[in-house]
C-alpha cells in the first residue's frame, strides 16, 4: 500500500491521484493547507510510516520510489523477519537480500 500511494501521490512516472497528492502535501511534507482532507482508514498505517521516514535524516523528497520502498521494509522489518524468512530460515537471507537490491538482476540485463 505504501509504494501504491507514494507512486500516486508523488512520483512523476504516474499520473497523480488528487486526494492522495493533497494528503501527501498536507500530512507528510506539512504544508499549510486550508483544505479539510478525508484520510481513508486504509491509508492511515501508511501514512504514519511515511511521515517517520519523511523525518529521517536523509530524507530527500525527491526518492525514488525504490528508495521509498526501500526505507518502508527496513522500518517496517528491522525488527521482525519477513514471514519469507521465518519459512526457511536455513538460507542465508543476508546475502540473498543483498542480491536482491543490485538493479540489474531481471530479465532485461
Not at 13 to 36: C, F, G, M, Q, T
Request: with cysteine.
Amino acid at each position: 500500500m505504501s509504494k501504491t500511494f507514494m507512486e500516486l501521490a508523488c512520483d512523476s512516472k504516474y499520473v497523480h491521484s488528487p486526494l492522495y497528492n493533497a494528503i501527501y502535501r498536507k500530512l507528510i511534507l506539512e504544508e499549510d493547507s486550508r483544505e479539510e482532507l478525508f484520510v481513508p482508514e486504509y491509508l492511515t498505517e501508511t501514512i504514519d510510516t511515511i511521515r517517520i521516514i519523511s523525518k529521517m535524516e536523509d530524507f530527500e523528497e525527491s526518492f525514488s520510489i525504490k528508495l521509498w520502498y526501500n526505507k518502508i521494509m527496513i522500518l517496517k522489518y528491522s525488527n521482525d523477519p519477513p514471514k519469507i524468512e521465518m519459512k526457511h530460515p536455513h538460507l542465508n537471507w543476508t546475502d540473498i537480500w543483498n542480491k536482491v537490491q543490485y538493479e540489474c538482476l531481471d530479465s532485461k540485463c
